[in-house]
């Protein structure tokens, strides 16, 4: 009797164990999810090192602005994983010739400026492409209207839980990125969304799109969105979207194998990948934004090893070696043309200065007076010369002077006589 007690003591004390171990590692693993269920991810794979090319021949310059929340303050699980999910999306896209800005752990305002000063230092040129990867958690609320209004969360945001008004007032909207996603000048930009919430502002895409060229996709502008769930769906913290997003860029997400993966392939790669290796509990959904003129184009991520690619990009470097060298030539000729203008310019004002002396008369007056004073002069330098060519007085000349002739004469250039030597002026003979 007693051992049977024991027996079914020791039963009891060892379910009693496994239920608070299975509850211990539940709060464990939920508090390492993006606000939802954590389940089994593929293998990462691994990005390829970084290139120079900028793929000049679709984009001036391309700038992704990397934003990542880890560590929450204000009533939400921090997520660990976001951390990797930051510095290997950053390799990948370097990869992809981005030019990549990080901000880590934002608060509301932080995160505001972070968007702001981005689209206002890289946003507003048409030729360039820009990508927004946010990681963290995301949210999903009702209106008092009845629409659903999906959110990313700040590092300083409410728990809506349990300050439903403070996380309305913290949280990001969508439709503000929605006003971001319109303010932008640039051609092409894609926001992509490491969580789950309604994709409230973006008109959902459930076919492949398959616009007609490179040329057409790349000329019309267009504002896409992915996101990791629908609403209310469950997200890993090791982040399948995040392997898959990866995969798709290195290669895997070229869908029609023209060496270019387009927003509208990423978006259908991540859908099929992320649904099938989260077993049918993520769904990814990607379109592009509810708007006439900026849901024309399709972002393009060339492939940097594909032959397609590097056929294009030669094309591109032979063409503008020629523009560059007619440029050179052109400048040449500007430079030319340049100097004769000086040149017709200095002769014009010549001209001018001519035909103002002519038609001056105190100016030919004055002209005249000169060149008489200058005649002048001349006569009188031709005077001196036969003056010095004079032959120097004879004894007869000295011998008559007041009937003295032991007084020596001297030549005077003043009085251009002889005189008594030693007087002023004099000069002997």
């Known amino acids: 009797m007693h051992r049977s007690i024991h027996k079914y003591l020791s039963i009891f004390y060892l379910m009693n164990f496994l239920f608070i171990s299975s509850m211990i590692l539940s709060t464990t693993l939920m508090a390492q999810e993006r606000g939802f269920k954590t389940v089994p991810a593929p293998a990462t794979p691994t990005p390829a090192p970084k290139i120079e090319k900028e793929f000049k021949f679709l984009y001036n310059k391309s700038h992704a602005l990397i934003v990542g929340v880890s560590d929450y303050t204000n009533g939400w699980p921090d997520l660990a994983g ?22 880590m752990n934002p608060t509301k305002n932080e995160m505001e400026e972070a968007f702001s000063g981005f689209i206002s ?9 820009l990508l927004f990867y946010f990681a963290g958690h995301g949210y999903t609320q009702k209106q008092t209207y009845g629409e659903e209004m999906g959110y990313i ?47 409230s502002i973006f008109s959902i895409t459930r076919a492949m799109e398959m616009p007609q060229s490179i040329n057409y996709k790349i000329s019309k502008p267009v504002r896409q969105f992915i996101t990791s769930g629908g609403a209310n769906e469950e997200v890993s913290d090791d982040s399948i979207f995040r392997g898959q997003f990866i995969a798709a860029l290195n290669g895997d997400g070229d869908l029609n194998k023209d060496g270019f993966v387009t927003g509208a392939e990423l978006g259908m ?42 056929v294009l990009q030669q094309k591109y470097d032979i063409e ?7 440029r050179k030539r052109w400048q040449e000729k ?36 000169l060149a ?22 004879t004894t007869r000349d000295t011998q008559n002077f007041k009937g003295n002739p032991d007084v020596p004469m001297c030549w005077d250039d003043e009085e251009f006589t002889s005189v008594p030597c030693g007087e002023r002026g004099t000069q002997a003979p």
């Open 372 to 393: 008489a004073e200058l005649e002048d002069l001349l006569q009188l330098k031709k005077d001196l010369g036969k003056l010095k060519n004079t032959p120097t007085p």
């Open 269 to 310: 790669f991540l859908q099929d990948s992320v649904t099938n290796y989260s077993h049918g509990m993520q769904h990814p959904q990607y379109g592009k934004i509810r708007h006439p003129i900026l849901d024309k184009g399709d972002y393009l991520f060339p492939l940097p090893d594909s032959e397609q690619v590097k």
């Open 153 to 199: 969360v700040p590092s300083d945001t409410p728990d809506p839980e349990k300050d439903l008004n403070g996380f309305l007032s913290n949280a990001m909207s969508m439709h503000q990125i929605e006003v971001y996603a319109k303010r932008i000048q640039s051609k092409h930009a894609m926001f992509l969304f490491d969580s789950c919430f309604s994709g």
């Open 121 to 129: 230092r890289h946003g507003l040129e048409s030729d360039n492409r």
């Open 320 to 326: 503008l070696k020629k523009l560059e060298e007619e």
């Open 334 to 369: 500007r430079e030319k043309l340049k100097k004769e203008r000086m040149l017709a310019k200095q002769r014009r004002d010549l001209d001018m200065m001519e035909k103002h002396v002519d038609s001056d008369p105190n100016q030919t007056e004055i002209e005249r007076n």
């Open 82 to 103: 976001v951390l990797k999910d930051v510095d290997l999306v950053k390799v990948v896209l370097e990869y992809h010739g981005f030019e990549v800005e990080v901000v």
